[in-house]
C-alpha cells in the first residue's frame, strides 16, 4: 500500500482562533489512572489519537470498560488497583513510547504476564532505561537482545521500593518506577538529574494517592487505592508548537491558540523562541484540572539565532522538530547541545531534521548531542519523515518557507498525536495538499 506523503508549499499568512486536540501524556495518565481507580472517572478534551486510543484498548483488552459519549470524551468504569484481568493476546502500544514505558512499570507487579508490542519505530526504542530499574524492584522482564521490545513481563513476582537517581532526564522512566512503586513493598523514591513533566505524580494525587513531589523528586508507598475522578485534559503544547513556529515565521500571521496546557515542564520552546525575539502573549489564564492553560496569541515577528540554554532542553525535549524551522528562517545561527535524547525519540530527530533541511539547502553541522543551524532560503526537495509525527509536521511549516515545493513522505504518523493537522493547518492558511 501507498504511504500518504504531503506537498507543502507557500500559503497566506496564518489567521484564526485554532482549537488544538487534547495533551497525549495526560490523555495516556488519565485512561491508565482511570482504568485502576476504584470507581467511575469522566475523562473530557481526550485526545483521539492513535497512540492514547492504544493505551485505551489495551485496558479493555484487560477487562476495563469504556463509554465514549461522543469524541474526546471517555467515561472508564476502573476495575481497581487489583482487577486487571490476564489478556488472550499481546498488549499494541503502536507508536507510542509513554503508552509502554508506563504499562511495563504498571504490569510488573501484576499475577499475570503480558507481552508489550510496538510499531516498527517503537521497536527500536531503548527499554532497558525502564526494565534495569524494574528488575531491581524485583520484576522479571525479558527484552530483545539489544534492549528493544517487545517486552515479555514474567508477572507474578513481588516488587520492593526502590531508591532510584535517573541516569537521564525522562519523565517516561521516572513514571514507570512510580507506578510499579504503587504495587510495591515500602517505599519508592525517584530522584532526576533535571526536572521533567510531573502530570504522573499530579494525577495520581488527584486520584487520591499519597506522594510527595517537588521538582526533580518523587516519594510514595506501595498498597495505595485509586479513587475515581474527572479529569479535564488540557491542549497539547507539542501540538500547539507546530502552529507557534509557523505563525512567528510567516509574514503577516496573527493566530490564537485556545487554552493551552502551559505547564512549566512543557513551555521551554515559549522561552527559547522568546529569546529569538518571538511575538507571544498569554491571555485568559486559568486551570484546567489542576494545570495551568491559557490562549497564546502568536504574531509574526523577526528571529534571531541563539544559543539554546542546556537547562532549557528538557523542558522542550519534544518541541526541536519546530525549533529546528524557526531556526531556519532566523538571522543567524542557532545552537543545540545536551540534548542526545532526540537520538532515541520516534525516529533519530536530530539526524531527520539535519538530513531535512540540508535537502531544502541549509548548511547544518551536527554534533552527538546537538547541532548549529546555519539558516538562509529553503528550496524544494523531498524529505522522509521517518514515519516520526512531528518531523512530518516540522516540514510541513517548512514548506511554507520554500521558494519551490516540499514533498513529505509518510505522513500516516501524525494520528499518533495530532489527528486533523493537515485540515487544521489547510484552514488557517498553509498550502499543504495531501496525498
Ligand atoms: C513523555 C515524556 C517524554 C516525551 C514524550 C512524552 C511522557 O519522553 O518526549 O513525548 O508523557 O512522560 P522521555 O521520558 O523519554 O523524555
Avoid at 508490542?117 to 525479558?142: E, Q
Avoid at 495520581?204 to 523528586?217: H, K, M, S, Y
Avoid at 507546530?242 to 493551552?260: C, D, E, K, N, T
Avoid at 495530532?418 to 492558511?429: I, M, S, V
Wanted: aromatic share 4%.
Amino acid at each position: 500500500m501507498s504511504q500518504p506523503y504531503w506537498i507543502a508549499r507557500k500559503g497566506s499568512a496564518l489567521q484564526g482562533t485554532l482549537a488544538i486536540p487534547g495533551d497525549k501524556s495526560v490523555s495516556h495518565r488519565a485512561v491508565m489512572f482511570a482504568a485502576l481507580a476504584d470507581g467511575v472517572s469522566r475523562i473530557e478534551g481526550f485526545l483521539e489519537g492513535e497512540d492514547t486510543r492504544a493505551t485505551a484498548r489495551i485496558f479493555a483488552q484487560m477487562g476495563v470498560r469504556f463509554e465514549t459519549p461522543s469524541p474526546s470524551q471517555r467515561i472508564v468504569h476502573g476495575v481497581g488497583v487489583d482487577g486487571l484481568t490476564a489478556p488472550h493476546e499481546a498488549l499494541d502500544c503502536g507508536n507510542a513510547g509513554t503508552g509502554m514505558r508506563l504499562l511495563a512499570g504498571l504490569l510488573a507487579a501484576q499475577p499475570f504476564a503480558t507481552v508489550l508490542v510496538g510499531d516498527a519505530s517503537l521497536s527500536r526504542r531503548p527499554m532497558r532505561r525502564i526494565t534495569d530499574p524494574l528488575a531491581r524492584m524485583g520484576a522479571r522482564i525479558d527484552t530483545e537482545a539489544d534492549g528493544t521490545p517487545p517486552l515479555r513481563i514474567h508477572g507474578g513476582q513481588p516488587l520492593q521500593g526502590i531508591h532510584y537517581e535517573l541516569p537521564v532526564a525522562s519523565a517516561q522512566v521516572k513514571s514507570a518506577v512510580l507506578l510499579a512503586g504503587l504495587h510495591a513493598q515500602g517505599e519508592t523514591t525517584v530522584v532526576e538529574p533535571h526536572p521533567t513533566r510531573d502530570y504522573t505524580e499530579r494525577m495520581l494525587r488527584a486520584f487520591g494517592v499519597d506522594i510527595d513531589f517537588q521538582p526533580g523528586t518523587a516519594r510514595l508507598r506501595g498498597g495505595q487505592r485509586l479513587r475515581a475522578t474527572d479529569i479535564v485534559v488540557p491542549a497539547d503544547f507539542s501540538s500547539a508548537a507546530f502552529f507557534i513556529v509557523a505563525a512567528s515565521v510567516i509574514p503577516g500571521s496573527q493566530v490564537r491558540l485556545r487554552s493551552v496546557g502551559l505547564n512549566p515542564r512543557r513551555t521551554g520552546l515559549l522561552a527559547a523562541l522568546r529569546l529569538m525575539g518571538a511575538d507571544i502573549v498569554e491571555e485568559n489564564p486559568a486551570e484546567h484540572g489542576g494545570e495551568p492553560v491559557a490562549d497564546l496569541v502568536v504574531r509574526h515577528a523577526p528571529l534571531h539565532g541563539v544559543e539554546i540554554p542546556v537547562a532549557l532542553v528538557p523542558d522542550m525535549i519534544d518541541e526541536f522538530p519546530a525549533l529546528f524551522v524557526a531556526a531556519a528562517a532566523a538571522q543567524g545561527p542557532t545552537v543545540v547541545r545536551g540534548a542526545a535524547e532526540l537520538r532515541v525519540k520516534e525516529s533519530d530527530r536530530l539526524a531527520a531534521m539535519a538530513t531535512g533541511l540540508r535537502t531544502l539547502g541549509l548548511r547544518v553541522d551536527e554534533t552527538d548531542d546537538g547541532a548549529t543551524l546555519h539558516p538562509g532560503p529553503l528550496g524544494s526537495g523531498t524529505i522522509e519523515s521517518h514515519d516520526d509525527h512531528r518531523i512530518a509536521m516540522a516540514f510541513a511549516i517548512a514548506g511554507q518557507l520554500s521558494t519551490g515545493e516540499v514533498r513529505i513522505n509518510d505522513v500516516a504518523n501524525v494520528a499518533t498525536s495530532f489527528p486533523g493537522f493537515d485540515r487544521l493547518a489547510r484552514e488557517a492558511g498553509f498550502g499543504l495538499a495531501g496525498s
